[in-house]
């Protein structure tokens, strides 16, 4: 019988590249450098860059592989945007704009509870950042 072996299947350097190319196309809306009408914008070009920064480092982070030193430090980054982000979406964006929700409440209350998700997912990203963090000045 052979013995089972702990290596996990290469990644598509393909999957990475991709994830730069998309990534690196919303960095250029967020920067204007390509131009899109603002009626079609619903966040701020900040928060529009933050979620190109995330899949630009999630290509490089897929390129690097699984055992590079830097990834810790990919996923502080990371989470710290999904932080900023969800963040924004429970401190600034209005209730009218969440959509979707549990079925017989009003739109009024699925908002308010959505701005309270995203605000708990803010606090879980951030609480997760430091983790990566830690793991990354440890050297891991």
């Known amino acids: 019988m052979s013995e089972p072996t702990s290596e996990h299947p290469k ?13 690196s196309g919303v960095l250029l809306i967020a920067f204007g450098v390509i131009p899109v009408d603002p009626s079609t914008v619903y966040a701020p070009y900040s928060i529009l860059g933050l979620c190109g920064l995330v899949f630009a480092i999630a290509g490089v982070m897929i390129l690097m592989g699984e055992n590079s030193k830097y990834n810790s430090l990919g996923a502080a980054v990371i989470l710290v945007c999904f932080a ?11 209730p009218d704009s969440i959509e979707g929700g549990l079925p017989f409440l009003s739109q009024e209350v699925n908002g308010v509870l959505g701005k309270i998700v995203f605000g708990g997912g803010a606090l879980i990203s ?11 000045r440890e050297g891991r």
């Open 84 to 94: 900023l982000c969800g963040g924004w979406v429970a401190l600034f964006a209005s």
């Open 126 to 136: 951030a609480v997760l950042s430091v983790y990566a963090w830690r793991l990354f």
């Open 11 to 23: 990644t598509n350097p393909l999957f990475g590249w991709m994830c730069i190319v998309l990534g």
